[in-house]
């Protein structure tokens, strides 16, 4: 079942494109996140849903109901910024019950009470903003919007203002009130780390268009072009030219491969001298290590390029710099655009 | 180090003297009996004080001068404020065009825009030259760029524009929601322009002469014209005037000291602007020595 | 990004909420500076368009030495109190922070002593038969004998009096741009204190010197009230000719007071033009 669909929605400013012909859809239920670089069009997309940017072509409907000229307080949106937006002279409670009280609804009382209560602010309900965390207040604002129970409900960034800890922590939380409540929800990021988390379906987007959608992992094993592949997952991108000269040999067909950095495998020694058919072997110079925990990440110097490696720590001792080593290119880990 | 210091204190203290003097001077003048040759006053008394509060025409011009004040003010709050939210709001193309309209008093000052406005309005249908009311028009341009600043900052320090449309995708209509949310949220703010603005106009001389002099008798123009009489007496009329004004610019120094209102300042604000922005902050600076140390 | 949905249909009725401020502008503040320029190019009748009254101005030689005379208090009275603020807000920067505030806080509050009191303050103390003359005179000391407080010394000692603070409050946080590290780094790479502040402390302070330069200056020009007061029209200055020419009750000449006017607010633009000037200049780094 189809809650929201977006059709055919462009949008410029002062000549600029920068929502180009967007389609998407969401079912019931669904966590979807459009992912990007800043100045992509995804908060612009984001808030033409809710009514605060007018769109120039397309439409947009919220359960088969066309929305694409209606004022934002009647579209039954909500909406999380990445500032909070929380009203500084109210308190908690009156912030969360401000939607009910315009709406004239009942039960004002409990129903935030249950909803401070899922977002676990029980006991704070007079406290005034500036006396809450940057977490606890993004709670609130959560609190805020879905209290209304919102056909959908629009996520602006909305942790990108916390430390990496909390942001952690709340990505977890909204996914599981997310879930619990069955809620309808597009999350706007830059992060994709943030969008692998989280998301059941991830749109990637670039200069105004979606470029690829699907769930992470998906899109992590097979993006589908040159810019997701580098965006999403740290490949190594190269063009076929150097790739040639890398490996000696011109069996790929393309303009460019990529590989991410965790396929290509570190040999020495006796266990690299045979090159099978499916594979192929290049040999470099470590650069740099970075350890990073559980993981060795290599920069490795070879005729062409710097190629990151990633390796698993377990077992495997760390390799330093100067040495000489061999790379293993497995065929099937080689995306060819 | 040692040395540097001594320099430092002989520096500031002679500056401190340099302005405290013609206070202190002006003090003691409105409370002695005879001071022609001594290096203080011989005697003591308050009976220039108490020749001025016996004065009804001091309390008229005060009573003048209040009323121009506070008519001014709110006449200001009510049109600057919807406008400046509206075209913060509404009409983001139009901002800089009030920017720059709300600070260009600051480049003119009053002598000038008193040539013009006597131009206008000395005769004809709209002769107010000599009444109250077109000292209200002149001092609600004079005191614009005060206005201005403190309500566009007030607005962009609770992030007015989320603010409004999260209320609005809550339900609210913008009336209700700028009386809900907006109003109450940078009101606040907006009292140290409104203080900022009593403690200039109670001082404005030039336009209040020029324009209306003694038939509106304002405490400026009360003040000049006991000028010549008696020094004693115009001495207690200062110290009076001046304590006023120095309640005023305590308020200020308290609230600003409350909260943080000269974020403008840090913001990267362009030529003139910035000057504007900073001659702007000249009575309520003290809050940078704080603001400086963080 | 801003631009907040709502059609140019949704928006009429809201504009008319911007009436009222459209006629308060237009009626005191844009209408009187039009009118004004607009009078300066009529003749003495008001009705006929001519250049006479810039011709009279400029040839006359009683308004240009208003001109001039207006033009030299300001720089002077601007170049010394910038000199003394720069020196004394640095000495304050060098106390702690709780003394630094009450000396802000005096500074200040004398800001607010200008005008009609401040003229008065400096007539009952340095007067002709001020408290201080006086006394210098009784004790037989002759630094006041040639002072006379209603001459171009005596206004250059008042305006000067109303610049310090000013400048004082502008200069002040400049100095708080100077971070300490800076000093440091640039001992520890070996420069005196004197290469210092030739290279990095003044040329980091300069964009608020120029800016409050400019400021004062304007000020001063602009500065009708003290000297109306100090020295009523006994002195040449250009406020005072203007003030005489369009509101004295003997002959008024509006039009030539409107191009006097014009000469000044001419003054006042080319304040801000150069410290935008030079402000581009020393710091490349500030767009």
């Known amino acids: 079942m189809t809650c929201v669909s977006i059709k055919e929605v462009s949008k410029s400013y002062q000549k600029q494109k920068v929502l180009d012909k967007i389609s998407l859809s969401l079912k019931k239920g669904e966590l979807a996140t459009l992912l990007g670089q800043s100045g992509c069009g995804k908060s612009t997309l984001l808030r033409s849903v809710a009514g605060l940017t007018e769109i120039d072509e397309g439409s947009i409907y919220l359960e088969e109901k066309e929305i694409t000229s209606l004022p934002p307080r009647e579209r039954e949106v909500g909406m999380v910024f990445q500032s909070y937006a929380l009203f500084p002279n109210m308190n908690v409670f009156e912030n969360v019950a401000f939607g009910l009280k315009m709406r004239k609804m009942d039960r004002v009382k409990e129903r935030v009470s249950d909803m401070l209560e899922l977002v676990g602010l029980t006991g704070k309900e007079n406290a005034y903003p500036h006396e809450l965390s940057g977490g606890q207040q993004q709670r609130v604002a959560l609190a805020r919007s879905l209290v209304m129970q919102p056909r959908v409900l629009l996520l602006d960034e909305p942790l990108s203002a916390l430390d990496a800890k909390i942001r952690k922590n709340l990505q977890n939380e909204i996914k599981r009130i997310q879930k619990e409540l069955n809620i309808t929800a597009i999350f706007v990021t830059h992060d994709q780390e943030e969008a692998m988390t989280i998301s059941d379906t991830i749109h990637i987007m670039q200069e105004g268009k979606i470029v690829q959608s699907g769930t992470p992992a998906e899109i992590y094993t097979t993006p589908q072009n040159p810019f997701v592949a580098r965006f999403i997952g740290n490949y190594n991108v190269i063009s076929m030219q150097d790739f040639y000269q890398l490996v000696g040999n011109h069996s790929l067909r393309g303009n460019e491969m990529a590989i991410r950095p965790e396929m290509i495998q570190i040999c020495d020694g006796s266990d690299c001298d045979g090159e099978e058919v499916d594979e192929w072997i290049a040999g470099g110079t470590i650069a740099q290590v970075f350890m990073t925990g559980n993981v060795l990440r290599y920069e490795i110097d070879t005729s062409v390029a710097v190629i990151r490696v990633d390796e698993l720590h377990a077992g495997n001792r760390v390799r330093i710099p100067g040495e000489e080593v061999r790379l293993r290119f497995p065929r099937s880990a080689c995306l060819v655009y | ?294 | ?287």
């Open chain 2, 1 to 294: 180090m040692k040395k540097g210091m001594i320099w430092h204190k002989s520096v500031v203290t002679l500056l401190i003297l340099y302005l405290l003097i013609p206070l202190v001077g002006t003090f003691l003048f409105s409370v002695a009996v005879e001071w022609d040759s001594s290096i203080l006053p011989e005697s003591l008394t308050l009976q220039w004080y108490h020749e001025l509060f016996q004065d009804p025409r001091f309390y008229d011009a005060l009573n003048r001068t209040l009323f121009i004040i506070a008519m001014t003010v709110a006449l200001s709050l009510a049109i600057m404020i919807p406008t400046i939210f509206l075209v913060v709001v509404y009409f983001p193309e139009w901002e800089r065009f009030l920017q720059g309209l709300a600070m260009l008093p600051y480049g003119i000052p009053p002598i000038i825009g008193a040539v013009g406005l006597l131009k206008i309005y000395s005769s004809g249908n709209l002769s107010l030259v000599g009444t109250p009311w077109i000292l209200i028009g002149a001092y609600f341009v004079i005191i614009m760029p005060f206005m201005y600043q403190g309500i566009r900052n007030s607005l962009r320090t609770v992030n007015a524009i989320e603010l409004i449309q999260t209320a609005e995708l809550l339900g609210a209509t913008r009336r209700k929601a700028f009386i809900k949310v907006i109003l109450p949220n940078i009101l606040p703010g907006v009292i140290v322009s409104i203080l900022l603005s009593f403690a200039m106009l109670f001082g404005e001389f030039t336009l209040a002469n020029l324009l209306v002099g003694g038939r509106y008798e304002t405490i400026q123009i009360y003040l000049y014209q006991k000028f010549e009489k008696s020094g004693h007496l115009t001495s207690a009329i200062v110290i009076t005037y001046y304590l006023i004004i120095l309640l005023l610019t305590w308020g200020v120094f308290k609230i600003t000291h409350a909260r943080n209102l000269s974020i403008f300042i840090s913001q990267k604000l362009k030529g003139i602007g910035r000057i504007i922005a900073s001659a702007i902050l000249r009575r309520s600076y003290t809050v940078h020595v704080r603001e400086g140390k963080r």
């Open chain 3, 1 to 287: 990004m801003k631009n907040f949905a709502a059609s140019i249909k949704g928006k009429s009725p809201v504009m008319v909420l911007l009436i009222p401020f459209v006629i308060l502008a237009v009626g005191f503040e844009l209408g009187p500076l039009l009118a004004m320029i607009q009078n300066s190019f009529l003749e003495d009748d008001g009705r006929t368009f001519s250049f006479v009254q810039y011709m009279t101005v400029l040839q006359s030689k009683f308004y240009l030495t208003a001109i001039k005379n207006s033009l030299l208090i300001s720089l002077f009275s601007a170049t010394i109190a910038i000199l003394l603020a720069v020196i004394s807000a640095y000495s304050i920067t060098r106390f702690s922070a709780r003394v630094q505030e009450r000396f802000l806080s005096i500074s200040n509050m004398t800001s607010n002593f200008e005008g009609i009191p401040l003229a008065f303050s400096y007539i009952i103390l340095l007067g002709n038969n001020g408290l201080f003359t006086l006394l210098f005179s009784k004790m037989g000391l002759d630094l006041f004998a040639d002072f006379n407080l209603y001459s171009w010394t005596g206004l250059i000692l008042v305006y000067v009096y109303f610049q310090i603070p000013l400048a004082i409050l502008l200069i002040y946080p400049a100095y708080h741009g100077l971070k300490e590290e800076w000093r440091s780094a640039s001992a520890l790479l070996g420069a005196t204190s004197a290469m210092y502040w030739v290279k990095i402390g003044i040329p980091v302070l300069l964009p608020a010197i120029v800016g409050t330069f400019s400021i004062l200056f304007a000020n001063a020009m602009g500065a009708y009230a003290t000297a109306y007061a100090l020295v009523g029209s006994n002195y040449n200055l250009l406020s005072l000719q203007i003030a005489a020419l369009v509101a004295s009750d003997v002959v008024l000449k509006p039009q030539l007071g409107s191009a006097l006017g014009v000469f000044l607010a001419g003054t006042m633009i080319a304040a801000m033009l150069f410290n935008e000037k030079m402000m581009r200049k020393v710091r490349r780094d500030l767009k």
